[in-house]
């Protein structure tokens, strides 16, 4: 069963500190990996998608990678604001299935 | 852009009621979900449906069902309310594989059961 883990659970960063956010799973297997930000008691807002067949996707200051071998995605914070702080998901969507599995997130705080 | 559209942000309900949480989308996607989320228990997959009439269970369906007449709209249903059913409840849309499978999800519907 496909296992998707987020370490750390949570990170303090002052603001302007560049970051690496880690997401890992189990089965790698997988058709495409996205991450997620949620906001307190909000839903989730997609942040970027990674075809399996892809090794990165950017969006602004935000660059994530995939290493679909070793099981392991990172999501890059360039620049941090404190517009930043919320809570990150990755999940994936694994073979045999289009059911999305998630981690239980990082709470990223940054301070001004 | 993408809309998916829960009907309630908030909803008190009391134990034993049948509850009905309702969620719309406006992309012509194919594929919805329901999860709950819960702390330290994340996100978990309660059902999935790839078509209008078709279903699948998640993760942990019991106690749940699901209605899906229509293409864009997904509805969940609480047969018979319980405590343990207090949770944020979100519904996500997504295209089938083949397509842009970016998956978007609502607002969330935070269920109290008193």
């Known amino acids: 069963k496909q296992e998707v883990t987020q370490i750390p659970a949570a990170l303090s960063v002052p603001e302007g500190e560049n970051l690496v956010l880690n997401c890992s799973f189990t089965?790698?297997?997988?058709?495409?990996l996205q991450w997620f930000r949620q906001d307190p008691g909000k839903g989730l807002t997609s942040l970027l998608l990674i075809q399996s067949s892809q090794r990165e996707q950017t969006s602004g200051r935000l660059n994530a990678s995939l290493d679909k071998s070793s099981g392991r995605s990172t999501l890059y914070i360039a620049a941090s604001q404190p517009g930043d702080s919320a809570t990150y998901l990755c999940?994936?969507?694994?073979?045999?299935?289009?059911?999305?599995?998630f981690g239980k997130g990082t709470k990223l705080t940054v301070n001004p | 852009d993408v809309k998916v559209t829960q009907s309630s942000r908030y909803l008190v309900k009391r134990t034993g009621e049948k509850v009905f949480l309702e969620c719309v989308q406006d992309m012509d996607h194919e594929n919805m979900f329901w999860y709950r989320q819960d702390p330290g228990l994340g996100l978990r997959l309660i059902y999935f449906?790839?078509?209008?009439?078709?279903?699948e269970k998640g993760d942990i369906p019991e106690g749940y069902s699901v209605s899906r007449e229509k293409k864009e709209r997904f509805s969940l249903i609480l047969e018979s309310a319980s405590t343990n059913q207090t949770s944020m409840y979100l519904c996500a849309s997504s295209a089938p594989r083949g397509l842009d499978t970016e998956a978007f999800f609502g607002q969330g519907t935070r269920l109290t059961v008193v």
């Open positions: 449906s790839y078509d209008v009439k078709m279903k």
């Open positions: 089965d790698s297997a997988i058709y495409n």
């Open positions: 999940a994936v969507d694994q073979g045999g299935s289009e059911k999305l599995v």
